[in-house]
Nanobody, 124 residues
Framework: QVQLVESGGGLVQAGGSLRLSCLAS????????VGWFRQAPGKEREFIADINWIIGKTLYADSVKDRFTVSKDNANNTAYLQMNSLKPEDTAVYFC?????????????????WGQGTQVTVSS
């Protein structure tokens, strides 16, 4: 069983930056991709970014494109989400999740292992 643990959340002013980490532990971590999602209070969970674990191809939601960057460190079983130019509307709980082979990125139901989330709060 693989466990995913997010870290790096916190309180930041608008315009600031944060880097989230997603560490996989347990048995051998060999996903097809790792995605990042977020859920703001009173809203549905939404996809924001994904990275193919093999070739590094990335996908971003329009709302974070050009501000957020997803990356990976295969050797350390860790994915990252660098968030720049943060806005108050980026305030949410951020989750990482992994998807198995043949499952497309960006579709929430395609991700079968989830972390517990980390809170990001952006003040105006």
């Amino acid at each position: 069983q693989v466990q995913l643990v997010e870290s790096g959340g916190g309180l930041v002013q608008a315009g600031g930056s944060l880097r989230l980490s997603c560490l996989a532990s347990g048995r051998t971590f060999n996903p097809y991709g790792v995605g990042w999602f977020r859920q703001a209070p009173g809203k549905e969970r939404e996809f924001i970014a994904d990275i193919n674990w093999i070739i590094g191809k990335t996908l971003y939601a329009d709302s974070v494109k050009d501000r957020f960057t997803v990356s990976k460190d295969n050797a350390n079983n860790t994915a990252y989400l660098q968030m720049n130019s943060l806005k108050p509307e980026d305030t949410a709980v951020y989750f990482c999740a992994s998807r198995p082979q043949y499952y497309s990125s960006g579709i929430m139901s395609n991700y079968d292992t989830w972390g517990q989330g980390t809170q990001v709060t952006v003040s105006s």
